[in-house]
Every structure is written in C-alpha cells, then in structure tokens.
T-cell receptor, first 108, second 122 residues
C-alpha cells in the first residue's frame, strides 16, 4: 500500500502567516488522486482539496493544493483563527486508499 | 445537502461484536458508495472498506477482512458496519463517509457522518 508521510508534524504560526504543508508518497499517486482534509477536535474531517489542486465546494481560496507524482503541498495563505486544526492528506488512486498521519497547525 | 446520520456510542467487552448504522439522505447520486473510516484516539484515519448503496457490493480492507461486515437495509438508505472479535485496539471513532470525486482506488469524501465512538473495555 502507499504510505503517505506528512511534514512537519506540527507547524506553529501566527494568524496572517502562510502555512505550507507537505505530503510525500512512497510511490506515484495515480492521476493526482490526492485529497486534503481539515479536522478540528471532536469533529469529522472536512474535504478541502481533491484531485491535488481542486477546491471542494465552499472552501475559501486561501486554501490551495499543488503537486504531482509523489510530492504534494497544501498552502494556506493568511491563516485565519479558524484554520488552526489538524490536516490530513489522502491518496485514492490505488487501493487501499490511505491517509497520512497529519500535520497540526497551532497558534504560535 | 447530503446528511449521514450515525447511531450512538457503544461500549463493548473484548471478544464481543458491535454494529453501527449510517443513514443517508439527499445524496446527489442515485447509486453511490458508503465508506467506513475509523480513527483511534489521537491517531490518523484508517479506511475499512465500502458498500454500494445501489447493488450491495462490498469491498473490505485486508486489515479487517474476516472481521468486518457491511450490510444495507431493503430501503437502501441505511447501511450497517459490524465488527466482531473486538479488542482494545478497536477503540475508536467510526465514521461513515461518501463522496462525489472518484479515483481509481477510492473516493475523496465530501460527506461525513459525525462519528460513532466505540469503546472496548473489560
């Protein structure tokens, strides 16, 4: 199965700063089938990005995804207070679909 | 807007079984898949498999093969996840999820239930 490694484990930033989150796969992700989710404590994950770079419905344009092959990035420009949360990447190009271990974006 | 409503929290003893339900409404597709994903305390997400609402076909992750069963009711709006031979490591929140963005190995999930907490403890 494809293992996804997210880095850093924790990102300490201030509101208004830019966050760059990385997701690296052990093998190429088919057709850029890579998604990003945001999760807050006690809640279900929320889909942010699918197909590596497509924003899901209702997601603000400060969230953007990029990458291909084995290296993918989620960028959050100008962090808002509600953006401090856990972020997971998921590949759904090869079964079994798998998730990364997450990056926590915390307030500095 | 799609809603996935799950059954309530469960507490089970080791060796027992648990059955969690997920009722879907207002899905944009007449035939779609419901996936099950679990999250142990403080851990990442783990995909368990899926069931087709349309024809009841199932696919299970090898990790859970032989221990998990997905079923649906005759109205095909409620699906069930049954997990047997429970052990403490099965303590987790179990989510049902569905999506409209399909890949060659699964889906990206637009819609999630709120999760069902299953605690396995003697």
């Amino acid at each position: 199965e494809i293992v996804l490694t997210q880095s850093p484990g924790t990102l300490s930033l201030s509101p208004g700063e830019r966050a760059i989150l990385s997701c690296r796969a052990t093998q190429s992700v088919t057709s850029r089938y890579l998604a990003w989710y945001q999760q807050k404590p006690g809640q279900a994950p929320r889909l942010l990005i699918y197909g590596a770079s497509n924003r899901a419905t209702g997601i603000p344009d400060r969230f953007s995804g990029s990458g291909s092959g084995t290296d993918f990035t989620l960028t959050i420009t100008r962090l808002e207070p509600e953006d401090f949360a856990m972020y997971f990447c998921q590949q759904y190009g090869v079964s079994p679909q798998t998730f990364g271990r997450g990056t926590k974006v915390e307030i500095k | 807007q799609v809603q996935l409503v799950q059954s309530g929290a469960e507490v089970k003893k080791p060796g027992a079984s648990v059955k969690v339900s997920c009722t879907a409404s207002e899905h944009p597709f007449s035939s779609y898949d419901i996936h099950w994903v679990r999250q142990a305390p403080g851990q990442s997400l783990e995909w368990m498999g899926w069931i087709s609402i349309g024809n009841g076909n199932t696919v299970y992750s090898q990790t859970f093969q032989g221990r998990v069963t997905f079923t649906r009711d005759t109205s095909a709006t409620t699906v069930y996840m049954a997990l047997s031979s429970l052990r403490s490591e099965d303590t987790a929140v179990y989510f049902c999820a569905s999506g409209t963005h399909f890949g060659s190995g699964g889906d990206a999930f637009d819609f999630w239930g709120r999760g069902t907490k299953v605690t396995v403890s003697s």
